[in-house]
Structures are given as structure tokens and as C-alpha cells.
């Protein structure tokens, strides 16, 4: 067992390490950037995760409800994702200087006892959002309000797009399913494991590759 490759090994060697059109899919190296953040100044994103599980979470803008609530959200679960030993990174278009006024009123309107310990990335020339997507580069230059959408990256320590999810502006993320993914990719990166629907509420065991059903990681 010891000396098969991981389920989610497998998986991703059936994807391209590079894009031949730009469009970020799985399995791809996502794109390098520098970048200002809340946390100061970073030369290479790829660096600062450097071996580590990261996750990077886009919200339009700044001191918009919904957006405030996810962040408010984020903080709450992050000593979680932190004990996973993932990183969490979010961005908008905004700039550092307004992020750091936002974060103030994100704690001020959390009800829970909150800190904000990860960065938040300032895109103000759109760069990384177009890079990963997030907004068109054909068509960004011509909006009145060119914001980015709701937008999840789930990367590996190999800095590989293991999941990405889209949501419009309208509709708030689920941190909890965030966390699930998380670790649901993990545990098939280590452990060989493809977990079923809605895993691990409603299994009581799991299908090893070599056939056999442990529950040995039900309710993890």
C-alpha cells in the first residue's frame, strides 16, 4: 500500500502542468505574481507558499456586505486551516491602504472575537485577477466597475490548481465546504483516498485502492 502513488497523484498527472490557451484548469501550475499585501511586500506568490497547501480567495471589494461577512468567516475558521497547515490568501482590486481600513470595520462588525492573521493582496491594476480569470482582459478596460467575482483556488504544495470554485457577487461563500475540500484533498494526497458525496457526513467507511473499506477517517 505504502508503495502505491497517491489517488490524487494519479488524478492530476491526466491534466497538463501548463495552459495552451491562458485559462487556468486542474492539475495547471497556477501563475507566479509579486505583489503588495496586508503583510507587506511579496517578490514571488509561488515563494511565499513554498512547499504548503494555500488557499487564494478573491471578493470584489471592500466595505461591501457580503464580502465583509466572508472575511469575518475566513478569520473565525483560520487557526483550523492553519492547523491543516494551509495558507490562506485573499484579493480584490482594491488597494492595501484601503484594505487595512477595511479590516478594522470587518472586526467591528464580526460578533465573534476575531484577528485577521492572513494577507490581503491589493490588485489595483487588475493583473493577478486576469491572470487567474477572475476577470476578462478583453473586456475589463471597458467596464465601469470591473470588479472580480467571488473566486476560490485551492493549490497544492507543488503549486498545482487542485479545485476552483466561481461565485457570482450575489451569493456568499460557505467556509465550511471550503474546509471540507481542503480536507478532502489532502486526505487523498496522502492517503489514496477518493471521499464519496457529501464525505465525511454521511459515510460511515471509505473505498481504499486496494479495494478494502476503512472508517478510519469518517468524521475527520
Known amino acids: 500500500m505504502d508503495e502505491l ?10 491534466y497538463p502542468e501548463k495552459s495552451s490557451d491562458g485559462c487556468i484548469r486542474l492539475g495547471n501550475v497556477v501563475p507566479d ?11 514571488s506568490f509561488h515563494e511565499w507558499k513554498r512547499g504548503k497547501w494555500a488557499i487564494l480567495f478573491s471578493h470584489p471589494a471592500d466595505f461591501t456586505p457580503v464580502c465583509t461577512t466572508e472575511i469575518g468567516r ?3 475558521k483560520y487557526d483550523e486551516l492553519e492547523n491543516m497547515d494551509c495558507l490562506v490568501a485573499t ?3 482594491d488597494d492595501v491602504k484601503t484594505h487595512n481600513t477595511w479590516l478594522e470595520d470587518v472586526i467591528a462588525q464580526c460578533v465573534n472575537k ?6 490581503v493582496i491589493g490588485d489595483t491594476d487588475r493583473s493577478i485577477s486576469k491572470k487567474y480569470g477572475m476577470i476578462d482582459p ?10 472580480t467575482i467571488r473566486a476560490v483556488f485551492i493549490i497544492n504544495p507543488e503549486n498545482k490548481l487542485m479545485l476552483s470554485l466561481n461565485y457570482p457577487a450575489c451569493v456568499g461563500r460557505n467556509i465550511d465546504e471550503i474546509i471540507r475540500c481542503v480536507k478532502a484533498l489532502q486526505l487523498s494526497y496522502s492517503k489514496s483516498i477518493a471521499t464519496p458525496a ?3 457526513d454521511n459515510h460511515s467507511s471509505v473505498k481504499m485502492s486496494d479495494g478494502t473499506e476503512t472508517d478510519e477517517y469518517e468524521g475527520q
Request: charged residues 20%.
Open 114 to 119: 476575531i484577528d485577521i492573521n492572513f494577507p
Open 138 to 147: 478583453g473586456t475589463s478596460d471597458e467596464q465601469n466597475l470591473p470588479l
Open 198 to 200: 457529501n464525505w465525511p
Open 5 to 14: 502513488e497517491t489517488g490524487t497523484k494519479k488524478y492530476i498527472e491526466m
Open 33 to 43: 505574481f509579486s505583489a503588495d499585501t496586508t503583510q507587506g511586500y511579496w517578490d
Open 74 to 76: 475566513l478569520a473565525l
Open 91 to 93: 484579493l480584490s482590486v
